[in-house]
């Protein structure tokens, strides 16, 4: 049901009017409608549900499990990648023949997809709306680059460059990272 300007449910002033403006394709009309406080209600809307997701990301207990060494572990994600590679039907880099950067890159998603709740926490909440569920990825992803840093700080760098990837501006980034890791990483 598409809710135009012009319909008349855009221009009743009762609660049961803003439900309905709320729901499915209606939002978009009401975004346009020329009353205020109908396109302040839905706006209102969409950012108590941002922060709701942002607070189940927050709420979500990121733990790393290994008992593995950095070499150990740099094995494993090296072989991950290879079986990954090769299902793809592509030819793997040798481990020796890749540059450092691209093997703490390949443990830091290793670590992140197989030993944290990263992958298991996206598949059991599904959101409908694909800016909630973008949000919610970004959180957790924060969330676990912060604990595989902690766990591990050789990955510190790499775990720092992806954060920075999935901020939004420096600003955002800024805000994000506490101080006493400022100092400690400069």
Not at 5 to 31: C, M, N, V, W
Not at 107 to 136: A, G, I
Not at 176 to 184: F, T, Y
């Amino acid at each position: 049901m598409r809710i135009t300007q012009h319909s008349p449910f855009a221009t009743l002033d009762e609660p049961e009017t803003l439900q309905k403006i709320r729901k499915g394709r209606g939002r978009l009309a009401a975004y346009t409608s020329s009353k205020p406080a109908v396109r302040r209600e839905v706006r209102l809307t969409g950012q108590t549900e941002m922060r709701k997701v942002l607070r189940a990301a927050r709420a979500l207990k990121v733990t790393l499990q290994c008992d593995e060494t950095l070499e150990e572990l740099r094995t494993l994600a090296y072989e991950s990648y290879r079986s990954i590679t090769i299902a793809d039907g592509r030819t793997p880099m040798d481990l020796t023949r890749m540059h450092p950067t691209t093997v703490d890159r390949l443990t830091v998603n290793y670590l992140r997809h197989v030993r944290t709740v990263y992958d298991s926490s996206l598949l059991r909440n599904r959101f409908t709306p694909s800016d909630l569920r973008s949000w919610y990825n970004k959180e957790l992803k924060a969330r676990c680059l912060e604990e595989i840093a902690d766990s591990y700080p050789e990955l510190a760098g790499e775990c720092e460059r992806q954060r920075m990837k999935i901020t939004q501006t420096l600003e955002e980034a800024a805000v994000g990272r506490p101080l006493n890791r400022i100092d400690a990483a400069a």
